[in-house]
């Protein structure tokens, strides 16, 4: 098995070094040590090897990887900034083998059609990708027939091993009151405005589906591949401080410059998510507060869009942007959500009992930030912005403030619904229209919606912000101005997408790799 805590004495040179062993850096490794046998490749992971840990295989346990203490999580932390009250943000990141899939919350979710049509580089419009979609995955729900998903891939794909049904039914039944229908599959490239009951990368017999064990372990422990190798707990310094970017940083850091190249670090841009909890009536069978393994806790997920008249309640600044950005492109989405069915943090102080929260966040946002290094060593901190909110017309604040109403309204029509849990949500006063309650008995679904003045909207929006283009590469994912370097993970996106990102990073993979085996194979 070539996996290694420290690099043996025999292997002093290599043809293909993979620096960091993200999501998609597992996949093009295990690609290309298919392609060629002669082909030797390294792979180097600053964090632990995963193989077989309990607390990433089984899917129970996904939130443990965003405590504090976490061994399988790198935490970023920002510098203090305006747009999220002068917070300093902190930021997660999978830090063991595999990245991000072998943390993240599951959630089986695609790029839109649009999405990639945005990034306008030749190779990777939507139909030029939905092989590499198609060939990741084996799938196991609905829409498999319509040509949109694949059934031979690596990736299994699934309801899990447990469906709460009754929170599914009665959150699938509040949205279509509101007017998003259920969806068979909506995860197809075209469909929107809508909810679908979730489908998870778990497999059916409950077990995480992340790229490390789908595809790095297999051939580790086929002893087919000899070409292979990964070294874990180690860093990558010359990459990291590599000459290559903005010179005046680069100098400020005391790194020599190799290639100038501005863009590298900017145009950093994460999807704003917030999770807003809620006390229920639900059964301790029915949410992950009853620990049921084999699930991940997200039973709905959906791709939602506001009506004209919701837009217009956000103000002019934002409706210059929906026209300019979403009124005529009906592909795109203004926020997705997810039925969580359970309490997603510290239940220490919480009132024993059973909770579902919502997970919502805008997908398009507009704000910017940066992450730079300050000087030549490891050790170094980094200048970390996330630029949370920081867009010119607040345009980014005002999607979540209409996703935080519109998530509220659905979860108040539930039949399970017993109220907020009100250190979650925002401090609005004791006795307005808009305060969190409690309740002993559902609202029913035709409960007249929630009334907000603009005094509750400064609250909500005071509330959201203390509570969350250069180009580098062409479409070869070569790094411009530098031979022999490439870069393949999410970075390369020229905008973001709206799904949960895992789908995409995987799909990044399977494309580079069969770029990279062109050139390293097949051409030479």
Same mark, same amino acid.
């Given at each position: 098995?070539?996996?290694?805590?420290?690099?043996?004495?025999?292997? +002093?040179?290599?043809?293909?070094?993979?620096?960091?062993?993200?999501? =998609?850096?597992?996949?093009? !490794?295990?690609?290309?040590?298919?392609?060629?046998?002669?082909?030797?490749?390294?792979?180097?992971?600053?964090?632990?090897?995963?193989?077989?840990?309990?607390?990433?295989?089984?899917?129970?346990?996904?939130?443990?990887?965003?405590?504090?203490?976490?061994?399988?999580?790198?935490? %970023?932390?920002?510098? #203090?900034?305006?747009?999220?009250?002068?917070?300093?943000?902190?930021?997660?990141?999978?830090?063991?083998? *595999?990245?991000?899939?072998?943390?993240?919350?599951?959630? $089986?979710?695609? =790029?839109?059609?649009?999405?990639?049509?945005?990034?306008?580089?030749?190779?990777?419009?939507?139909? @030029?990708?939905?092989?590499?979609?198609?060939?990741?995955?084996?799938?196991?729900?609905?829409?498999?027939?319509?040509?949109?998903?694949?059934?031979?891939?690596?990736?299994?794909?699934?309801?899990?091993? %447990?469906?709460? #049904?009754?929170?599914?039914?009665?959150?699938?039944?509040?949205?279509?009151?509101?007017?998003?229908?259920?969806? /068979?599959?909506?995860? +197809?490239?075209?469909?929107?405005?809508?909810?679908?009951?979730?489908?998870?990368?778990?497999?059916?017999?409950?077990?995480?589906?992340?790229?490390?064990?789908?595809?790095?372990?297999?051939?580790?422990?086929?002893?087919?591949?000899?070409?292979?190798?990964?070294?874990?707990?180690?860093?990558?310094?010359?990459?990291?401080?590599?000459? &290559?970017?903005?010179?005046?940083?680069?100098?400020? !850091?005391? /790194?020599?410059?190799?290639?100038?190249?501005? *863009?590298?670090?900017?145009?950093?841009?994460?999807?704003?998510?917030?999770? $807003?909890?809620?006390?229920?009536?639900?059964?301790?069978? @029915?949410?992950?507060?009853?620990?049921?393994?084999?699930?991940?806790?997200?039973?709905?997920?959906?791709?939602?869009?506001?009506?004209?008249?919701?837009?217009?309640?956000?103000?002019?600044?934002?409706? @210059?942007?929906?026209?300019?950005?979403?009124?005529?492109?009906?592909?795109?989405?203004?926020?997705?959500?997810?039925? &969580?069915?359970?309490?997603?943090?510290?239940?220490?102080?919480?009132?024993?009992?059973?909770?579902?929260?919502?997970?919502?966040?805008?997908?398009?946002?507009?704000? #910017?930030?940066?992450?730079?290094?300050?000087?030549?060593?490891?050790?170094?901190?980094?200048?970390?912005?996330?630029?949370?909110?920081?867009? !010119?017309?607040?345009?980014?604040?005002?999607?979540?403030?209409?996703?935080?109403?519109?998530?509220?309204?659905?979860?108040?029509?539930?039949?399970? %619904?017993?109220?907020?849990?009100?250190?979650?949500?925002?401090?609005?006063?004791?006795?307005?229209?808009?305060?969190?309650?409690?309740?002993?008995?559902?609202?029913?679904?035709?409960?007249?919606?929630?009334? $907000?003045?603009?005094?509750?909207?400064? /609250?909500?929006?005071?509330?959201?912000?203390?509570?969350?283009?250069?180009?580098?590469?062409? =479409?070869?994912?070569?790094? %411009?101005?530098?031979?022999?370097?490439?870069?393949?993970?999410?970075?390369?996106?020229?905008?973001?997408?709206?799904?949960?990102?895992?789908?995409?990073?995987?799909?990044?993979?399977?494309?580079?790799?069969?770029?990279?085996?062109?050139?390293?194979?097949?051409?030479?």
């Amino acid at each position: 098995m070539g996996l290694y805590t420290k690099l043996p004495d025999n292997i +002093d040179e290599v043809d293909v070094i993979i620096a960091g062993r993200g999501t =998609a850096a597992c996949v093009v !490794a295990s690609r290309l040590a298919d392609a060629d046998v002669n082909l030797s490749i390294l792979v180097i992971e600053g964090g632990p090897n995963n193989y077989n840990v309990p607390t990433i295989i089984n899917p129970i346990f996904l939130f443990t990887h965003v405590l504090p203490n976490s061994n399988t999580a790198l935490f %970023y932390k920002a510098g #203090r900034e305006a747009g999220v009250a002068n917070r300093e943000v902190v930021v997660p990141s999978g830090g063991v083998l *595999g990245g991000g899939s072998s943390v993240n919350f599951l959630t $089986y979710s695609r =790029a839109q059609r649009s999405d990639f049509e945005s990034w306008r580089t030749p190779g990777w419009s939507a139909d @030029e990708i939905l092989p590499y979609l198609k060939r990741l995955e084996t799938y196991h729900g609905p829409g498999a027939t319509e040509g949109r998903h694949g059934y031979n891939g690596p990736v299994q794909v699934s309801s899990g091993t %447990y469906n709460a #049904r009754r929170s599914e039914n009665d959150f699938i039944a509040a949205a279509n009151v509101l007017g998003y229908p259920e969806i /068979v599959d909506i995860q +197809d490239l075209d469909s929107n405005n809508g909810v679908q009951r979730s489908m998870r990368y778990i497999s059916p017999d409950g077990k995480r589906q992340d790229t490390a064990h789908a595809y790095l372990h297999p051939r580790l422990n086929d002893g087919k591949h000899r070409n292979l190798h990964v070294l874990v707990e180690s860093k990558v310094i010359r990459v990291l401080r590599s000459g &290559i970017g903005n010179p005046e940083i680069l100098q400020r !850091a005391g /790194v020599d410059v190799v290639a100038s190249l501005p *863009g590298v670090g900017e145009n950093y841009s994460d999807h704003h998510l917030l999770i $807003y909890p809620y006390r229920t009536s639900l059964a301790p069978d @029915e949410t992950v507060d009853g620990f049921v393994a084999g699930r991940n806790a997200m039973d709905v997920t959906g791709k939602y869009r506001p009506d004209e008249s919701e837009v217009d309640t956000l103000g002019p600044a934002f409706r @210059e942007s929906w026209n300019r950005d979403f009124k005529d492109n009906p592909n795109k989405p203004l926020a997705l959500m997810s039925l &969580i069915n359970t309490f997603p943090g510290d239940p220490t102080n919480l009132v024993p009992g059973q909770y579902l929260a919502v997970s919502a966040f805008s997908v398009y946002p507009y704000s #910017r930030g940066s992450i730079h290094i300050t000087g030549p060593g490891l050790d170094n901190a980094l200048d970390f912005k996330t630029g949370f909110f920081s867009d !010119a017309h607040d345009a980014d604040i005002k999607k979540c403030v209409w996703a935080y109403k519109k998530q509220r309204e659905i979860v108040r029509r539930m039949d399970v %619904y017993r109220g907020e849990v009100a250190a979650a949500h925002p401090p609005f006063a004791a006795g307005s229209p808009a305060a969190c309650i409690e309740t002993e008995a559902p609202l029913g679904r035709d409960v007249a919606p929630l009334e $907000y003045t603009d005094e509750y909207d400064a /609250v909500l929006e005071d509330w959201l912000r203390q509570n969350e283009e250069g180009g580098v590469v062409d =479409a070869s994912l070569g790094v %411009y101005g530098v031979r022999g370097l490439k870069i393949a993970d999410l970075s390369i996106a020229p905008l973001n997408v709206a799904a949960n990102t895992n789908n995409t990073a995987i799909a990044i993979g399977e494309k580079a790799a069969d770029i990279f085996i062109h050139e390293l194979v097949l051409e030479n």
